[in-house]
């Protein structure tokens, strides 16, 4: 069964930076991509950053250029997704799935359409205080 657990959320100042982890069961990175995602209050969910199952590839939205860094270790089966400079903005809930469309390359994940990823862990809550 495949499984993911997400942590390292906290409260942050401008500025300050923060490192979340998603842990994967059942499954190995470089059989699958995983997205990080996220969802302020009352807004849709948005992609932030992907990595590519066959070489770890990254590959960001615009929330993410220059700030944020996502990285993978095979050894522990984890995602990492290191966040920089952070903003009220980047308040949310972050959430960490699979890439389940076949049709992608094994080189390339998107991160336009949240409906693409599934097993969703349940989150961890980033909030960048003001």
């Known amino acids: 069964q495949l499984r993911l657990v997400e942590s390292g959320g906290d409260l942050v100042q401008p500025g300050g930076s923060l490192k979340l982890s998603c842990v994967a069961s059942?499954?190995?990175?470089?059989?699958?991509?995983i997205g990080w995602f996220r969802q302020a209050p009352g807004k849709e969910r948005e992609g932030v950053a992907c990595?590519?199952?066959?070489?770890?590839?990254?590959y960001y939205t615009n929330i993410a250029k220059g700030r944020f860094d996502i990285s993978r270790d095979l050894g522990t089966n984890t995602v990492f997704l290191q966040m920089n400079n952070l903003t009220p903005d980047d308040t949310g809930t972050y959430y960490c799935?699979?890439?389940?469309?076949?049709?992608?390359?094994?080189?390339?994940?998107?991160?336009?359409?949240?409906?693409?990823?599934?097993?969703w862990g349940h989150g961890t809550q980033v909030t960048g205080s003001s």
């Open positions: 799935g699979v890439l389940i469309r076949t049709y992608y390359s094994a080189y390339f994940c998107p991160l336009s359409l949240p409906k693409e990823y599934a097993h």
């Open positions: 059942g499954f190995n990175l470089y059989e699958k991509a």
């Open positions: 990595i590519a199952s066959a070489d770890g590839s990254p």
